[in-house]
């Protein structure tokens, strides 16, 4: 019942930037926190930032001055601008929302969600 869709990826040159948007719907009572991860070919997922309810943020060291995160709660929607990219950030990009679920015959509950992904590459 609960749905997140990632937007912005692409292929942009070393230096260059990019802004990732996702937008959580469906059943939504409220989300707490929300972030993103990436995972580039052979390797494991890893976390790259996440904000939460009270708009405390928190990076990678790898990503740090260089990528930002924001939230818009009205609008369910998280944004990760990402400036100075480098080759090593390419990978596949994940919105997550830890969010509280409204159901029709059950107390509202809460639950972790992730997006289908969106492709970053950066070239030299």
């Known amino acids: 019942q609960v749905q997140l869709v990632e937007s912005g990826g692409g292929r942009v040159q070393s230096g260059g930037s990019l802004r990732l948007s996702c937008t959580a719907s469906?059943?939504?009572?409220?989300?707490?926190?929300m972030g993103w991860s990436r995972q580039a070919p052979g390797q494991q997922r890893e976390a790259v930032a996440t904000?939460?309810?009270?708009?405390?943020?928190t990076y990678a060291d790898s990503v740090k001055e260089r990528f930002i995160v924001f939230r818009d709660n009205a609008k369910n929607t998280i944004v990760l601008q990402m400036n100075n990219l480098k080759p090593e950030d390419t990978a596949v990009y994940y919105c997550?929302?830890?969010?509280?679920?409204?159901?029709?015959?059950?107390?509202?509950?809460?639950?972790?969600?992730w997006g289908q992904g969106t492709q970053v590459a950066v070239f030299s």
């Open positions: 997550g929302a830890r969010v509280i679920v409204r159901h029709a015959d059950y107390d509202p509950y809460e639950h972790d969600y």
């Open positions: 469906g059943s939504i009572f409220a989300i707490n926190d």
């Open positions: 904000i939460s309810s009270s708009l405390t943020t």
